[in-house]
């Protein structure tokens, strides 16, 4: 399992930004996948998961915020950011299960005025 997420930055608070995450080494139509992500200095939360049908689901802090979805035909997650708040600020990562055992080396989402 290879996963490989890119798209962080810095941005402004109410900013956006589009994380995405290449999938390689399994099938990935055929699993559900999450974003977790990991605050300064505080342990691993589950942001969001889609099905294999697309049909995504969300922590109650990004929800309305934030909005998951995939490309089968591409093996690739995304992660669309918009109204992001500075509790935001955390180093994302996708994985292949919620509690994030299985995942890539993040990208670095931080939101600073």
């Known amino acids: 399992v290879q996963l490989v997420e890119s798209g962080g930055g810095e941005v402004q608070p109410g900013g956006s930004l589009r994380l995405s995450c290449v999938a390689s080494?399994?099938?990935?139509?055929?699993?559900?996948m999450y974003w977790v992500r990991q605050p300064p200095g505080k342990g691993l939360e589950w942001v969001s998961g889609?099905?294999?049908?697309?049909?995504?689901f969300y922590a109650d802090s990004v929800k309305g915020r934030f909005t998951i979805s995939r490309d089968n035909a591409k093996n690739t997650l995304y992660l669309q950011m918009q109204s992001l708040k500075s509790e935001d600020t955390a180093l994302y990562y996708c994985?292949?299960?919620?509690?994030?055992?299985?995942r890539g080396q993040g990208t670095q989402v931080t939101v600073s005025s």
């Open positions: 994985s292949t299960n919620a509690s994030g055992a299985t």
């Open positions: 080494g399994f099938a990935f139509s055929s699993v559900e």
């Open positions: 889609i099905t294999q049908r697309s049909v995504g």
